[in-house]
T-cell receptor, first 113, second 109 residues
Framework: IAGITQAPTSQILAAGRRMTLRCTQD?????MYWYRQDLGLGLRLIHY???????GKGEVPDGYSVSRANTDDFPLTLASAVPSQTSVYFC????????????FGEGSRLTVL | GQNIDQPTEMTATEGAIVQINCTYQTSGFNGLFWYQQHAGEAPTFLSYNVLDGLEEKGRFSSFLSRSKGYSYLLLKELQMKDSASYLC??????????FGKGTSLLVTP
């Protein structure tokens, strides 16, 4: 079944550790996105990629990095996790950056202690 | 930057009609989206407006006025399963999709 797969589903992490959230889509979508969702703050864009090989900063990029080596994969890395990065992270993709709706993965719940 | 505002909470009765408003100020405009999100789940797409006017899709309709920076989502014949958060999102000049904080809708019997 086509769609977006995120891993891990849930993770507890010690502060200061490095963590990579994985995101893979098999819909051949050009654009991909990472959001975090926090109670009372809604979905906030961290980074995005309009096409393979390019990335851009969203609203809350600090402390996060991304890469887009190919069309299917868009990993999000926390170089040194802090408690304020405790959140639910959603990866999403769209056919292209200019048109089409976003399809979301099931989310990754990250707790930083 | 962008500023997307929508009410935090709304309550409506089963079988009724409810209108959820969204106002926005954005650097460039390339479309407005509405998403539904049930608790603990991922957002799912409801509607998309890029031109002024009303888009109807079954029990759900969405309206856009670009000159006023205003949209609404209209839900008819409310059902209990419509209890969810409704997210307004605007695609900006960089083609990034920016979301409002969402409106939590409670449908009561």
């Amino acid at each position: 079944i086509a769609g977006i797969t995120q891993a891990p589903t849930s993770q507890i992490l010690a502060a200061g550790r490095r963590m990579t959230l994985r995101c893979t889509q098999d819909m051949r979508h050009n654009a991909m996105y990472w959001y975090r969702q926090d109670l009372g703050l809604g979905l906030r864009l961290i980074h995005y990629s309009n096409t393979a090989g390019t990335t851009g900063k969203g609203e809350v990029p600090d402390g996060y990095s991304v890469s887009r080596a190919n069309t299917d994969d868009f990993p999000l890395t926390l170089a040194s996790a802090v408690p304020s990065q405790t959140s639910v992270y959603f990866c999403a993709s769209s056919r292209d950056s200019e048109t089409g709706e976003l399809f979301f993965g099931e989310g990754s719940r990250l707790t930083v202690l | 930057g962008q500023n997307i505002d929508q009410p935090t909470e709304m309550t409506a009765t089963e079988g009724a009609i409810v209108q959820i408003n969204c106002t926005y100020q954005t650097s460039g405009f390339n479309g407005l989206f509405w998403y539904q999100q049930h608790a603990g789940e991922a957002p799912t797409f409801l509607s998309y407006n890029v031109l002024d006017g009303l888009e109807e899709k079954g029990r759900f309709s969405s309206f856009l006025s670009r000159s006023k920076g205003y949209s609404y989502l209209l839900l008819k014949e409310l059902q209990m399963k419509d209890s969810a958060s409704y997210l307004c999102a605007v695609r900006d000049s960089r083609y990034a999709l920016n979301f409002g904080k969402g409106t939590s809708l409670l449908v009561t019997p």
